[in-house]
């Protein structure tokens, strides 16, 4: 257990709708991730953060914004959902070399 | 472009067989690659990490070997049981590239009673 958790675990919204998905930590790891999870594209990093404040885009941002105002949460909105964002979204820390990674949320945009 | 390839994307074979999962890699200048393993409807485990400077990893029945030469590593399960059936991921995270990981798409490991 890396003392990760995420929130909700499953939400089911429609088109349109801004959306706000939290990760957790129970340690205070600097480094934090958001990964979307797709069939035929695996697992692509969104936005990862490398402490209070501090964020930066991956390989599919767009449509995402990212925030961390303390250490031990990471939140990701999608501002208008659309239904090309219905995914499951994995969030990740990086104590060291190795990243471990959340139970997941399953989000479906209608 | 930096890419991850896995091949097969699924594999089938009775218990006690020992098996090799492969991953290659379009990039030998890679800082580390690890091995996680995927249940469905789950999150991710990791189950090994390989670092540039190492050539393979041991963890009970799994090894991962890596050859960055070639742009490759492998994940050798020996007596392979039913329990060990999930999807098993391996991602890289370049030299250029910062923490980020990029993903293979995984293969797909059934193991028959």
């Known amino acids: 257990d890396a003392g990760i958790t995420q929130s909700p675990r499953h939400k089911v919204t429609e088109t349109g709708t801004p959306v706000t998905l939290r990760c957790h930590q129970t340690?205070?790891?600097?480094?934090m991730y958001w990964y979307r999870q797709d069939p035929g594209h695996g697992l692509r990093l969104i936005h990862y953060?490398?402490?209070?404040?501090?964020?930066d885009k991956g390989e599919v941002s767009d449509g995402y914004s990212v925030s961390r105002s303390k250490t031990e949460d990471f939140l990701l909105t999608l501002e208008s959902a659309t239904s090309s964002q219905t995914s499951v979204y994995f969030c990740?820390?990086?104590?060291?070399?190795?990243?471990?990674f959340g139970p997941g949320t399953r989000l479906t945009v209608t | 472009k930096q890419e991850v390839t896995q091949i097969p994307a699924a594999l089938s074979v009775p218990e006690g067989e020992n098996l090799v999962l492969n991953c290659s890699f379009t990039?030998?200048?890679?800082?580390?690659l690890q091995w996680f393993r995927q249940d469905p409807g789950k999150g991710l485990t990791s189950l090994l990490l390989?670092?540039?400077?190492?050539r393979e990893q041991t963890s009970g029945r799994l090894n991962a070997s890596l050859d960055k030469s070639s742009g490759r590593s492998t994940l050798y399960i020996a007596a392979s049981q039913p329990g060990d059936s999930a999807t098993y991921l391996c991602?890289?995270?370049?030299?250029?590239?910062?923490?980020?990981?990029?993903f293979g798409e995984g293969t797909q490991l059934t193991v028959n009673p």
């Open positions: 990039d030998s200048a890679i800082y580390n």
């Open positions: 990740a820390i990086s104590p060291g070399p190795e990243q471990y």
């Open positions: 953060s490398y402490g209070v404040k501090d964020t």
């Open positions: 991602a890289v995270r370049w030299a250029t590239s910062g923490s980020r990981l990029t």
């Open positions: 390989i670092q540039s400077s190492q």
């Open positions: 340690e205070n790891h600097r480094y």
